[in-house]
Nanobody, 122 residues
Framework: QVQLVESGGGLVQAGGSLRLSCAAS????????MGWFRQAPGKEREFVAA????????YYADSIKGRFTISRDNVKNTVYLQMNSLKPEDTAAYYC???????????????WGQGTQVTVSS
């Protein structure tokens, strides 16, 4: 069992930066692939980024590649999403997820956080 709690969302102007954090509880955190997804109003939840259990393999959606960076600290049981050069189209609720294998599908995620809102103004 893994419990996930996100933090770090907020309101930022276009071009600005935010760092999201996802704190996990549960002794098996380091065995999971950790991912970030986002969901804008009226749209499906979409993949943003994922990190292998070791942090050595990272995966990104094309829409955010070069602007966002995912990282994890298995000692602190925390995964991060550094978001730079934010755009209004990045506005969404961002969710942390624990996945048993690498996948870009929300349907494959085993555990979810409650989400944190990111709003980017133009």
């Amino acid at each position: 069992q893994v419990q996930l709690v996100e933090s770090g969302g907020g309101l930022v102007q276009a071009g600005g930066s935010l760092r999201l954090s996802c704190a996990a509880s549960g002794r098996t955190f380091s065995t999971y692939v950790m991912g970030w997804f986002r969901q804008a109003p009226g749209k499906e939840r979409e993949f943003v980024a994922a990190s292998s259990w070791s942090g050595n393999r990272l995966y990104y959606a094309d829409s955010i590649k070069g602007r966002f960076t995912i990282s994890r600290d298995n000692v602190k049981n925390t995964v991060y999403l550094q978001m730079n050069s934010l755009k209004p189209e990045d506005t969404a609720a961002y969710y942390c997820a624990a996945i048993r294998r690498v996948s870009t599908s929300a349907a494959d995620c085993d555990y979810w956080g409650q989400g944190t809102q990111v709003t980017v103004s133009s």
